[in-house]
């Protein structure tokens, strides 16, 4: 069955938007795995804007499933994955001025500095994730860098869903997914996933888990964080 990693992102946002403790990720995390998600996903990025240091070791502690940790390049977090040591690092671009994270990595820019930390990793006992664009040139890139999984962006067939761009998009994913199963990559994806969009992308090759934050913690507001989580669970079990 595909897996459902939840990313809690946005229940931190809306702590860190009156600077108070609540709502505390922690017990969303808690929430997201007995409604059944198999892993929880955060985003610590460079300026603390939702996820802060000290959540990520608190959640080391107690995400009983798969904890995803997505980071950019930058040397103090890296440093932090490190003595943290989650089950997976997923490597994403970062811009400080971005809302969301816009885009894939460039493997062919960074390729050196993202091969030597893959292998730091690797010996620390943790898989390496690479956000990247549904790009088989890209792919193989990971794969010669001995990435273990990829996660492909899906943001553009989400932003265009219900278009013939969205078709298109659709294909791109589709065939990147089969070339990365190919090269023995895990397949991952995410990025505007909601209930409306997912269920074409249910069909993608190989496909392993998909991580899903803002529509999750979105629609928590109207019927409830374990519902939304078990909501989407039923639509990836194709019930």
Same mark, same amino acid.
């Given at each position: 069955?595909?897996?459902?990693?939840?990313?809690?992102?946005?229940?931190?946002?809306?702590?860190?938007?009156?600077?108070?403790?609540?709502?505390?990720?922690?017990?969303?995390? /808690?929430?997201?795995?007995?409604?059944?998600?198999?892993?929880?996903?955060?985003? %610590?990025?460079?300026?603390?804007?939702?996820?802060?240091?000290?959540?990520?070791?608190?959640?080391?502690?107690?995400?009983?499933? =798969?904890?995803?940790?997505?980071?950019?390049?930058?040397?103090?977090?890296?440093?932090?994955?490190?003595?943290? =040591?989650?089950?997976?690092? $997923?490597?994403?671009?970062?811009?400080?001025?971005?809302?969301? $994270?816009?885009?894939?990595?460039?493997?062919?820019?960074?390729?050196? /500095?993202?091969?030597?930390?893959?292998?730091?990793?690797?010996?620390?006992? &943790?898989?390496?994730?690479?956000?990247?664009?549904?790009?088989?040139?890209?792919? /193989?890139?990971?794969?010669?860098?001995?990435?273990?999984?990829?996660?492909?962006?899906?943001?553009?067939?989400?932003?265009?869903?219900?278009? &013939?761009?969205?078709?298109?998009?659709?294909?791109?994913?589709?065939?990147?997914?089969?070339?990365?199963?190919?090269?023995?990559?895990?397949?991952?994806?995410?990025?505007?996933?909601?209930?409306?969009?997912? =269920?074409?992308?249910? /069909?993608?090759?190989? %496909?392993?888990?998909?991580?899903?934050?803002?529509?999750?913690?979105?629609?928590?507001?109207?019927?409830?964080?374990?519902?939304?989580?078990?909501?989407?669970?039923?639509?990836?079990?194709? =019930?």
């Amino acid at each position: 069955m595909i897996k459902l990693g939840v990313n809690i992102d946005h229940i931190a946002t809306l702590r860190q938007a009156r600077g108070i403790n609540y709502p505390d990720p922690l017990q969303g995390a /808690k929430i997201c795995e007995e409604s059944g998600a198999q892993g929880i996903t955060v985003h %610590l990025r460079e300026d603390r804007r939702h996820i802060i240091d000290q959540d990520v070791y608190a959640l080391k502690k107690i995400v009983k499933g =798969k904890l995803n940790l997505e980071m950019a390049l930058a040397e103090d977090i890296i440093e932090i994955a490190a003595d943290i =040591k989650p089950d997976q690092i $997923t490597l994403v671009p970062e811009k400080r001025e971005e809302l969301t $994270t816009e885009g894939g990595l460039d493997l062919a820019k960074n390729i050196k /500095k993202i091969n030597n930390l893959i292998q730091r990793f690797k010996s620390l006992g &943790t898989t390496i994730s690479l956000f990247i664009e549904p790009d088989i040139e890209t792919i /193989k890139i990971a794969s010669d860098i001995k990435a273990d999984s990829i996660e492909i962006h899906t943001g553009r067939y989400c932003d265009n869903y219900g278009t &013939t761009t969205a078709e298109k998009e659709l294909q791109k994913i589709y065939e990147a997914a089969q070339s990365a199963c190919e090269l023995n990559l895990v397949v991952n994806a995410g990025h505007g996933l909601n209930i409306e969009n997912i =269920k074409p992308l249910l /069909k993608i090759p190989g %496909l392993e888990e998909l991580n899903i934050g803002h529509s999750i913690i979105s629609r928590a507001i109207f019927i409830g964080l374990g519902p939304a989580v078990q909501e989407m669970l039923t639509i990836i079990k194709g =019930k």
